[in-house]
């Protein structure tokens, strides 16, 4: 369908459903977002045929939603990228994803624990490798999901706030799963040290502003990086678990331990005592990690953020 088809020339919605309108399509957009770029790559994930995938890849590349990379000249190979244009759509299909396990999995309860469907998704990315994702933390620096020299104790959270900010939404105390989030990230400062040690380091994530994020950091006098998700790249990436309040989307509570190579080793979820996980994280980096490399030992002294 050609955009000059609908008849509602002036509605944003039915000209973006004129684009990206049909289920193959977007889970084509989720696909790509998560890492996976090569033809055969979307086939294996979504079971279509060549000539639908060939033709739904063909628009998207039209329609700018995506870009072609070659990687092979003979015979001619090309990677499917997302384009600026295309990673504008991952907040849509957070905002899906929300709405159906909200409304057509659950039934319609606002909730920032994590349901039965939410478990089966994060705890299936076991063993599966954290896509190159960068995003913005609270001191201005960019921050990427894997670290090559160390291990990764990295941790989802819906928010948490500076006193006397604009922050929390009305009645967020009464939203289920989201009471914990100051204490969590306090108990992973308090642990920072040991953790380096034991050869990871900490990063914390969640849909906040980067300025909120630094107010907050500031205040609790983190040693470690919070980074923003407010684009929904590394939700979109990890499909994961997301409820919407205050007029935005949050991360439901999840932790993974992601190794040097990018490869996610255990996963804490559901959370439900947000102090003790960080000391279980601490003593399954003890287990997995082993004593830290000269590397990664020259860099536990590395700085407030190491």
Known sequence: MRREDLTDSSCGIAQSLAIVGDWQSLLI???????????????????????????????????GVLEKVPYSERPPRHDYRLTASGEG???????LQEWGSRFVMGDGTLSGALGDGDL???????GAHVPDVELAAHDGSAARLVDPDRWTAL??????????????????????????????????????AALAEAGARVLGVSTQHPEQLAAFAANADLPYLLASDQDGLAASALRLPVFRAGGADRLKRVTL??????????????????AQSVDDVLALVRDLAGPPTPRE??????????
Do not use: K
């Open 29 to 63: 957009v989720r696909e790509a977002a998560a890492g996976v770029t090569r033809f055969d790559g979307f086939a294996r994930e979504l079971g279509l045929s060549r000539r639908a995938l060939a033709e739904r890849l063909g628009a998207l590349v039209e329609h």
């Open 89 to 95: 759509l991952l907040p849509v299909l957070l905002a």
């Open 120 to 126: 089966a998704r994060v705890r299936a990315l076991e």
């Open 297 to 306: 030992a020259s860099r536990i002294d590395g700085g407030a953020h190491s």
């Open 155 to 192: 941790f989802f959270f819906p928010g948490a706030y500076a006193p006397g900010t604009h922050g929390y939404p009305p009645h967020w105390g009464e939203v289920p799963g989201t009471t914990g989030c100051t204490l969590e990230c306090v108990t992973y400062g308090r642990r920072h």
């Open 257 to 274: 331990l992601v190794d040097p190579e990018g490869v996610v080793r255990h996963i804490q979820a559901p959370v439900t005592d947000p």
